[in-house]
Nanobody
Framework: QVQLRESGGGLVQAGGSLRLSCAAS????????MGWFRQGPGTELEFIAA???????HYKDSVKGRFTISRDNVNNSAYLQMNGLKPEDTAVYYC???????????????????WGQGTQVSVST
């Protein structure tokens, strides 16, 4: 069973940058999409970005041009570079693996799993 661990969250001022990391262990995930979701205060879990096995990327409209997802199959990891952060980006950010090999799971959380424990990102004004 694969396990995911996120890191890199923290407190940053508006306009700043953070880079989140997601390290997978237990098995290689080369053939699976890797994705990032977030859940802000009082909001539902929402899709942010995904990268397929072929490095095709997908983004939520509100983060396009600011966030960049990447992966490193040698290190069994994915990353989320976040620039131009806004207070509304404040949330717990979760990493996940697509449930099916060679598939792009889309934005629905039910198509993703397992999940990491999350890392808090807080953006101040």
């Amino acid at each position: 069973q694969v396990q995911l661990r996120e890191s890199g969250g923290g407190l940053v001022q508006a306009g700043g940058s953070l880079r989140l990391s997601c390290a997978a262990s237990g098995r290689t995930v080369d053939n699976y999409a890797m994705g990032w979701f977030r859940q802000g205060p009082g909001t539902e879990l929402e899709f942010i970005a995904a990268i397929t096995w072929s490095t095709s990327t997908h983004y939520k409209d509100s983060v396009k041009g600011r966030f960049t997802i990447s992966r490193d199959n040698v290190n069994n990891s994915a990353y989320l570079q976040m620039n131009g952060l806004k207070p509304e980006d404040t949330a717990v950010y979760y990493c996940a693996i697509g449930r099916v090999e060679w598939d792009m799971p889309g934005a629905e959380a039910r198509n993703w799993g397992p999940w990491g424990q999350g890392t808090q990102v807080s953006v101040s004004t």
